[in-house]
């Protein structure tokens, strides 16, 4: 991902519904050396789709990595095409490299198609978090899956 992808990582984000996300915090997130920042390409758009993430020491284990997924978007014209499923892939595998041993995400609980794209991926539902989300308010589900 790079500076210049931004406009498009903006827009894709609003045309998803993502949670808000400033140039700002994307510019703050491409400067941390635990992040993974990944953008797909295609022939008609130079990002079609984008994912964000950061390593993090876990919580269960000494000196063991955890990654958190933030965001994941895909254009809407170009869903349900193979993008979301390449980023993922390719995102586990640098998870692999990494010697990461969860992921974490949140996820509405009315989105079921990212929680069922999700479970193709072996994430399972971990935990309910109430009203974890605004504009509108809903309650969000914690997901992992280990590596």
């Known amino acids: 991902m790079l500076p210049d992808d931004l406009t498009d990582i903006l827009q894709i984000s ?5 949670s808000h996300w400033s140039r700002q915090d ?3 997130e491409a400067t941390r050396t635990d992040s993974i920042m990944l953008c797909a390409e295609c022939d008609e758009f ?46 586990l595998e640098n998870c692999g490299e990494l010697s990461v041993e969860n992921i974490w995400l ?13 479970k193709c991926f072996g994430f399972r539902e971990f935990a309910l978090r109430k009203n974890f989300y605004s504009d509108p308010a809903e309650d969000g589900i914690i997901m992992k899956v280990v590596l």
Request: net charge negative.
């Open 14 to 18: 609003d045309e998803c519904g993502l």
């Open 46 to 91: 130079e990002v079609a789709a984008f994912l964000v993430s950061r390593t993090v020491l876990s919580a269960g284990a000494k000196n063991c990595l955890d990654a958190e997924l933030y965001n994941i978007g895909v254009r809407p014209e170009l869903q349900n095409q193979g993008c979301g499923t390449m980023l993922i892939a390719k995102f």
């Open 26 to 28: 994307y510019l703050d």
């Open 106 to 118: 949140d996820v509405r609980s009315s989105n079921s198609n990212a929680i069922n794209f999700y």
